[in-house]
Every structure is written in structure tokens, then in C-alpha cells.
């Protein structure tokens, strides 16, 4: 199958999220054992979700070293948004392929799906890997499973293509991400008694203004990194819930925060700032006013950030391939730090623009695949 008619295929299976992704890993693998390239899986706890790793051996069919070329298989839900037409049936116009994924990122997939059968064909020294995960966009929960298993196989690749959209201009770093769920624990009251009760709301408010504070401290005095859009790390509270009525004290309010970290920049210090605070000068409050009063904070989701090394190889190559040498640096997040992390040098590199992802009509326009197909086909040739 070609680029487009792997992207139609790919479109065409609702991989949100809150859905398995097992048709779309199963056709995958389906397509590429009847081409003899044998794919395995690793699955998520319950086994409703699996990512999928392929290796497509050297001409003398070894395994070990080459790239591996990265995408998620997972799209974000088009609940509420007003799509001009099916997100899920592949449409075209004005040179553009609209779909839910089209951009983020089943375009990069579907182009080196198409190319295993020239990437079989090619005399080459290394392989090429295919590694396809599950949830990217809750966290970059599944691909963590895969990576594990790499290790435990022994697999161990020499280089990484993440192939978010980034309008096939080479990233080589971006921000880490870290979602954090609290939960105050206070005691309910009537209104009118306000002394015998513990606001959880208003402890979660100071909590809140404390996690404000850190922002403006990094916002006001760095570290910078003026690559970036935006160039400090940040830090927001995006979600919150807590009381039951107008005349009660709530015994109870949750919310959830993140902060998006530069790559050098610890994640676990912007959290221990965080649990500093609760430690030492809320919980201590609460319970003056009640013994029993609680401060949870559970870690959720996180990826860490990517800081490729221009000396790397798969940097260097990128950059000759595309032949972009700018420095770009993004704040969104991506699998490769996990990749970077398992000790693969990584950059990201791939068609579409971010812009374009997320959105009701998202699209990757033909010419961006045209290049990605181009870049990839050039990657393969340099293995030869």
C-alpha cells in the first residue's frame, strides 16, 4: 500500500485514547508478517492495548544497532469540535488529507509503512525498527512497556526518529512533562459554625497560589533556554473540584496541576518545592484547626524531556537529510526523552505542523508526506 492508502486505513480505526488500539497494532502486524517481517507486542496490564515493535533486518540479517522510526497510534477526542466532515473517513481538498491523526501522527506512520517493501529490497548494513505505542496522548503511558522489553530483550538501536509533526524540520529537544492529582482533606461544617469546620477549599486555594508563586519565580529569574517559545519552565493548575453546597464547609476539593520542565532542569526539585509547602506550612495549619486534615498528592502521567547531542549520529544525519540546521526546541512533550532515556539518541522529525494538530479538520497536507516519504527513503538508502 502507498502513503495514502495506509493513512485512509489508519484514519479509519478510532484509536482515541479511551478506545483499544489492537485493530489498527493487529492489521499492522498482519501486513507485515504476510511481507515476512515478524512484529511483536507488548501489551498494556489488561491486554486491551498493545504497542507493537518490528525489526527489519540487515541484508545480512542482523538485528542489533540501526533506527528505529517512533509514532503513537493513538489520536485526542473529537468530542465537541465542529468537523466539516468525518474525522474518521479520510477526506481531501485543496491538497490537503483531513482526519483525526492525519497530522498527529498516523501521516508519519502510514509513510514508513509504505516504505517497508523498498526498505526490504535495499542492500543495507543496519536495520530499521518500527515501534509503534499506545496512549502517547494520556502521558506517554504505553510506550514505557515497549521500552522495557527492548531492554530486556537486548535490543539496542543506535538511533531514534520521532516523527511528530514538526513541518519535517528537525527538533532536537523539548520540555518534559509531570500531571500531578491533590487531594485536601478537610472537615465539613454548617456555614454558620465556620469554626468548627476545615475549608478544604480555601487550603487547596493556598496550595494553588503557592504552585502560581513557583511559576512567576521561574517566569521572573529562569533558567532560560531562548530556544524555546516559551523559555522557562512552567507550571499551571488546570483542573478543580471540591464542595457540595453554598451553606457548607467543604470537607473536600481536588485538583490537578503539571509543570512542563527544561531539559536540565530536575522535575523531581519542582516537586519536592511543591511537597515542601504542604509539609511545612499548610498541613501544620489544617491541623490546628482539625487533626484529621489530609494533603494527597499523587503523580500521574509524565515523559521526561529530550536534549539531543548535535554530535550524535542520528542528529547529524537528520540535519544532512533535511539539510536544516537550525536549533529548534518545542514545549510539547514527545516519547523521545523515553527513548533518550533508555540510552538511544533521539530527535524528532516529522510532517505536519503542531498547529494543526488537536483541532476539529486536522490535516497534513500532501507535500508534507511527500517529504516525509522523501526523508525516509533517503534514511534507508544511508544504511546501505
Known amino acids: 500500500?502507498?502513503?495514502?492508502?495506509?493513512?485512509?486505513?489508519?484514519?479509519?480505526?478510532?484509536?482515541?485514547?479511551?478506545?483499544?488500539n489492537l485493530g489498527l497494532i493487529e492489521t499492522v502486524r498482519d501486513n507485515l508478517k504476510a511481507q515476512g517481517v515478524h512484529a511483536w507486542l507488548a501489551h498494556n496490564a489488561d491486554g486491551s492495548k498493545a504497542n507493537l515493535f518490528a525489526t527489519l533486518p540487515a541484508s545480512d540479517?542482523?538485528?542489533?544497532?540501526?533506527?528505529?522510526?517512533?509514532?503513537?497510534?493513538?489520536?485526542?477526542?473529537?468530542?465537541?469540535?465542529?468537523?466539516?466532515?468525518?474525522?474518521?473517513?479520510?477526506?481531501?481538498?485543496?491538497?490537503?488529507?483531513?482526519?483525526?491523526?492525519?497530522?498527529?501522527?498516523?501521516?508519519?506512520?502510514?509513510?514508513?509503512?509504505?516504505?517497508?517493501?523498498?526498505?526490504?529490497?535495499?542492500?543495507?548494513?543496519?536495520?530499521?525498527h518500527l515501534a509503534f505505542s499506545y496512549d502517547e496522548e494520556v502521558g506517554c503511558v504505553g510506550a514505557p512497556v515497549m521500552l522495557a522489553e527492548l531492554r530486556e530483550r537486548g535490543?539496542?538501536?543506535?538511533?531514534?526518529?520521532?516523527?511528530e509533526p514538526t513541518g519535517m524540520q528537525v527538533v532536537v529537544a523539548h520540555k518534559g512533562i509531570n500531571l500531578f492529582r491533590c487531594c485536601v482533606q478537610g472537615k465539613a461544617a454548617h456555614s454558620s459554625l465556620t469554626p468548627r469546620g476545615c475549608n478544604a477549599i480555601e487550603y487547596?486555594?493556598?496550595?494553588?497560589?503557592?504552585?502560581?508563586?513557583?511559576?512567576?519565580?521561574?517566569?521572573?529569574?529562569?533558567?532560560?533556554?531562548?530556544?524555546?517559545d516559551v523559555p522557562y519552565s512552567t507550571m499551571t493548575t488546570n483542573l478543580i473540584q471540591g464542595g457540595i453546597a453554598v451553606n457548607t464547609i467543604p470537607e473536600r476539593c481536588e485538583f490537578s496541576y503539571e509543570f512542563r520542565n527544561l531539559p536540565g532542569m530536575p522535575a523531581d526539585e519542582i516537586q519536592a518545592q511543591v511537597e515542601r509547602y504542604v509539609q511545612e506550612t499548610l498541613l501544620p495549619a489544617m491541623r490546628a484547626e482539625f487533626d484529621g486534615a489530609r494533603i494527597d498528592i499523587q503523580s500521574g502521567a509524565s515523559?521526561?524531556?529530550?536534549?539531543?547531542?548535535?554530535?550524535?549520529?542520528?542528529?547529524?544525519?537528520?540535519?544532512?537529510?533535511?539539510?536544516?540546521?537550525?536549533?529548534?526546541?518545542?514545549?510539547?512533550?514527545?516519547?523521545?526523552?523515553?527513548?533518550?532515556?533508555?540510552?538511544?539518541?533521539?530527535?524528532?522529525?516529522?510532517?505536519?505542523?503542531?498547529?494543526?494538530?488537536?483541532?476539529?479538520?486536522?490535516?497534513?497536507?500532501?507535500?508534507?508526506?511527500?517529504?516525509?516519504?522523501?526523508?525516509?527513503?533517503?534514511?534507508?538508502?544511508?544504511?546501505?
Not at 497560589?209 to 533556554?225: Q, V
Not at 523521545?336 to 476539529?360: D, N, S, Y
Request: aromatic letters at 6%.
Open 1 to 20: 500500500m502507498d502513503t495514502r492508502t495506509w493513512l485512509q486505513t489508519l484514519v479509519g480505526i478510532d484509536t482515541t485514547s479511551r478506545n483499544s
Open 61 to 128: 540479517g542482523g538485528e542489533q544497532g540501526g533506527i528505529v522510526l517512533s509514532g503513537h497510534t493513538d489520536v485526542v477526542p473529537v468530542d465537541g469540535q465542529a468537523w466539516s466532515t468525518d474525522p474518521f473517513v479520510l477526506s481531501e481538498a485543496d491538497g490537503r488529507l483531513y482526519g483525526r491523526g492525519s497530522c498527529d501522527m498516523k501521516g508519519f506512520i502510514a509513510a514508513a509503512l509504505a516504505l517497508v517493501p523498498e526498505y526490504l529490497a535495499m542492500p543495507r548494513k543496519k536495520p530499521i
Open 155 to 163: 535490543i539496542r538501536p543506535d538511533g531514534c526518529v520521532v516523527g
Open 204 to 228: 487547596a486555594a493556598r496550595l494553588i497560589c503557592r504552585i502560581r508563586e513557583l511559576a512567576d519565580t521561574f517566569k521572573a529569574r529562569g533558567p532560560y533556554d531562548e530556544f524555546y
Open 303 to 384: 515523559a521526561p524531556g529530550l536534549d539531543a547531542s548535535e554530535e550524535a549520529a542520528i542528529t547529524q544525519l537528520a540535519r544532512a537529510l533535511t539539510d536544516d540546521r537550525a536549533t529548534r526546541k518545542v514545549a510539547y512533550g514527545t516519547e523521545a526523552g523515553l527513548f533518550q532515556g533508555l540510552g538511544v539518541p533521539t530527535v524528532v522529525c516529522g510532517p505536519g505542523h503542531i498547529e494543526q494538530a488537536h483541532k476539529p479538520d486536522e490535516y497534513v497536507a500532501l507535500d508534507q508526506l511527500a517529504a516525509c516519504e522523501k526523508f525516509l527513503r533517503r534514511l534507508g538508502q544511508s544504511l546501505a
